[in-house]
């Protein structure tokens, strides 16, 4: 679904679950939906990289790291290259860095915040855990949405029964009165 509204989702179905808001948003793609691939790391991005690698179609990576203050798990070249390979965005239960870098790439991004350390490479994470985190879980395979607003997770593609708004233009922006001012 390429043009969706998390607080209409809300309203429109039952069966989801929202996340706390504990996140900070980064990256130029501040709207990003997709099937969730989950990998748990602790102060190690050496998975997340590998998963990175792998190229996909829209898919959300969700990262449990613990929170941990230790080091960033994702920077600008792996955004980078993760947008390269076709992921969506990252929801990161941990830290970032090259934020001003990874503002410019058209990718999503949630994570706690940014920290400049980088992350140790001793090969050690999981893949397809349910990740709990933000009072949410997180299962590899079902689907998350994410906007300025927040973040919302579903077993199923959440696809809204009457999109004909939608899909002419941003929801629900309206101008209700431009005054120009003359520069002279």
Same mark, same amino acid.
């Given at each position: 679904?390429?043009?969706?509204?998390?607080?209409?989702?809300?309203?429109?179905?039952?069966?989801?679950?929202?996340?706390?808001?504990?996140?900070?948003?980064?990256?130029?793609?501040?709207?990003?939906?997709?099937?969730?691939?989950?990998?748990?790391?602790? !102060?190690?991005?050496?998975?997340?990289?590998?998963?990175?690698?792998?190229?996909?179609?829209?898919?959300?990576?969700?990262?449990?790291?613990?929170?941990?203050?230790?080091?960033?798990?994702?920077? !600008?070249?792996?955004?980078?290259?993760?947008?390269?390979?076709?992921?969506?965005?990252?929801?990161?239960?941990?830290?970032?860095?090259?934020?001003?870098?990874?503002?410019?790439?058209?990718?999503?991004?949630?994570?706690?915040?940014?920290?400049?350390?980088?992350?140790?490479?001793?090969?050690?994470?999981?893949?397809?855990?349910?990740?709990?985190?933000?009072?949410?879980?997180?299962?590899?395979?079902?689907?998350?949405?994410?906007?300025?607003?927040?973040?919302?997770?579903?077993?199923?593609?959440?696809?809204?029964?009457?999109?004909?708004?939608?899909?002419?233009?941003?929801?629900?922006?309206?101008?209700?009165?431009?005054?120009?001012?003359?520069?002279?």
């Amino acid at each position: 679904m390429k043009f969706f509204n998390t607080a209409d989702l809300c309203d429109e179905f039952d069966n989801i679950q929202i996340a706390k808001p504990i996140f900070s948003q980064y990256g130029r793609k501040k709207k990003f939906c997709g099937k969730m691939r989950t990998v748990s790391v602790l !102060d190690d991005n050496s998975y997340v990289k590998k998963l990175i690698e792998k190229k996909v179609n829209g898919d959300v990576m969700v990262i449990d790291g613990n929170a941990s203050d230790n080091c960033a798990l994702l920077g !600008d070249n792996l955004a980078r290259k993760a947008f390269n390979n076709g992921w969506s965005g990252f929801i990161i239960n941990g830290y970032i860095r090259d934020v001003e870098i990874i503002n410019d790439i058209e990718i999503g991004i949630k994570a706690i915040g940014s920290l400049p350390r980088k992350s140790e490479k001793k090969d050690i994470g999981k893949y397809g855990e349910i990740l709990r985190f933000a009072e949410v879980d997180f299962t590899d395979g079902h689907y998350v949405y994410s906007d300025s607003d927040g973040i919302i997770v579903s077993k199923d593609i959440l696809d809204k029964k009457d999109d004909n708004t939608t899909k002419q233009s941003i929801p629900y922006i309206k101008l209700t009165g431009v005054k120009k001012y003359d520069d002279t």
